[in-house]
């Protein structure tokens, strides 16, 4: 199951959701908000979501790694709107019977999502600067 | 031919609005998107953008029928 908030994620709710007495393994995966990237100072950071087709092509996602993988259970969570240094953004879980299907479903999960899902972030830098995360290198390669 | 034009992230600033009706002769998505850069200057290439039509995750060859919604996603960065 994959969902979208604008409230902290429930890290306990997101393991507890994909536990199992067949599953010996669970693998999580956490994006974290950094102080930096690409050279700069980063305050906080800012997404935007587009919750119809972001939640239908997460959802997506999440069937295609039950499909693909021999896991028991996965769910993915990912944050909207303003968050601060440290914050959790995204939550991957997956249990398997086994460690290795768990870490290759874990992957392909947060893999896809950073990639087909309607999600934006918008970086507020210490220099007063802000900029949408992807869009200005997109814009150099025309 | 109307199709209604949804913006997101950077293509809202860009285009200065979040939607808009168009009315045109019609084509694909990817033609769509080429007039709307072009009247809004986006500076997006469209290989590194999405589009979805009516909450649907499409393709840019994908022929656009009368009163389609098209959503113009600019590069994602989820996580």
């Given at each position: 199951m994959f969902s979208i908030t604008d409230?902290?994620?429930d890290i306990a709710a997101a393991k507890q959701a994909v536990s199992g007495n067949s599953c010996g393994a669970l693998v999580t995966f956490e994006?974290?908000?950094?102080?930096?990237?690409?050279?700069?100072?980063?305050?906080?950071?800012?997404?935007?979501?587009?919750?119809?087709v972001a939640v239908a092509?997460?959802?997506?996602?999440?069937?295609?790694?039950?499909?693909?993988?021999?896991i028991s259970h996965a769910v993915c969570v990912h944050r909207e709107g303003l968050l601060e240094l440290s914050d959790v953004a995204v939550i991957v879980c997956v249990s398997s019977a086994?460690?290795?299907?768990?870490?290759?479903?874990?992957?392909?999960?947060?893999?896809?999502?950073?990639?087909?899902?309607?999600?934006?972030?918008?970086?507020?830098?210490?220099?007063g600067k802000s900029e949408w995360v992807n869009c200005q290198h997109c814009a150099s390669h025309q | 031919m109307k199709n209604t034009v949804r913006y997101f992230a950077i293509f809202r600033?860009?285009?200065?609005?979040?939607?808009e009706v168009l009315e045109w002769p019609g084509g694909s998505a990817g033609e769509l998107f080429a007039l709307m850069a072009g009247k809004h200057a986006l500076l997006q290439a469209q290989a590194a953008a999405l589009v979805a039509i009516n909450d649907e995750m499409s393709d840019w060859k994908t022929p656009l029928k009368?009163?389609?919604?098209?959503?113009?996603?600019?590069?994602?960065?989820?996580?």
């Open positions: 409230t902290d994620i994006g974290w908000i950094r102080d930096h990237n690409e050279g700069q100072a980063v305050d906080r950071l800012e997404y935007e979501v587009y919750r119809p092509e997460g959802n997506k996602v999440i069937s295609e790694a039950l499909l693909q993988f021999d086994h460690r290795a299907a768990a870490f290759d479903a874990c992957r392909y999960i947060i893999d896809e999502v950073k990639t087909r899902l309607p999600i934006w972030k918008k970086e507020h830098y210490s220099s | 600033e860009q285009a200065g609005l979040e939607k009368e009163g389609d919604e098209v959503l113009l996603f600019p590069p994602v960065a989820g996580g």
